[in-house]
T-cell receptor, first 113, second 112 residues
Framework: GAGVSQTPSNKVTEKGKYVELRCDPI?????LYWYRQSLGQGPEFLIY????????DSGLPNDRFFAVRPEGSVSTLKIQRTERGDSAVYLC???????????FGSGTQLSVL | GESVGLHLPTLSVQEGDNSIINCAYS??????FIWYKQESGKGPQFIID?????DKRQGQRVTVLLNKTVKHLSLQIAATQPGDSAVYFC???????????FGTGTSLTVIP
């Protein structure tokens, strides 16, 4: 497809489990972002990739969160030892290059029981 | 700390009227601003953007105004339609960098 694709659209897991969320950006977009959105709030920045490297990971809340983009395209957000407070919509966005408008996917709704 | 905030959390307008959604920002170094529309269950959708070397930009039925003196941004929607009902966010690139900060959003409801 032409847009940003995120899978799965919904993920239910138990407290303490490990999850992976996938993002497939728009073809040719070099910049990729992960955001987290809680109900009634705006998206909260987590991490930004330029190519394969994490250019800014200052938004990751703690060391349970990690993201990779090994080939400069698809990215995976990994959350270890999930907690109930991790429940949120995780949004991925891509842009053609740095400091350009972001195009968002539909998000992954993560529910930690 | 730095923040992007919205003046009104909710806004109701009659179909056909014009809508104005406001946003205040506090980081004077921010030089790129984007308005997004988010419908329930979907990701934010790009509406219009503006860089700090401009004070006005127009799109189809939408206009963004930027007042750098008072660090204020507004989105004007002409002839509002029921399909415009959504939450609207403004985002800024803090310090002119590549990290975009979002406000909490304004919920727009269009009354038929």
């Amino acid at each position: 497809g032409a847009g940003v694709s995120q899978t799965p659209s919904n993920k239910v897991t138990e407290k303490g489990k490990y999850v992976e969320l996938r993002c497939d950006p728009i073809s040719g977009h070099t910049a990729l972002y992960w955001y987290r959105q809680s109900l009634g709030q705006g998206p909260e920045f987590l991490i930004y990739f330029q190519g394969t490297g994490a250019a800014d990971d200052s938004g990751l809340p703690n060391d349970r969160f990690f993201a990779v983009r090994p080939e400069g395209s698809v990215s995976t957000l990994k959350i270890q030892r999930t907690e109930r407070g991790d429940s949120a919509v995780y949004l991925c966005a891509s842009s053609l290059t740095e400091n350009e408008k972001l195009f968002f996917g539909s998000g992954t709704q993560l529910s930690v029981l | 700390g730095e923040s992007v905030g919205l003046h009104l959390p909710t806004l109701s307008v009659q179909e056909g009227d014009n809508s104005i959604i406001n946003c205040a920002y506090s980081n004077s170094a921010s030089d790129y601003f984007i308005w997004y529309k988010q419908e329930s269950g979907k990701g934010p959708q790009f509406i219009i953007d503006i860089r700090s070397n401009m004070d006005k930009r127009q799109g189809q039925r939408v206009t963004v105004l930027l007042n750098k003196t008072v660090k204020h941004l507004s989105l004007q929607i002409a002839a509002t339609q029921p399909g415009d009902s959504a939450v609207y966010f403004c985002a800024e690139n803090k310090d002119g960098g590549n990290q975009f900060y979002f406000g909490t959003g304004t919920s727009l409801t269009v009354i038929p």
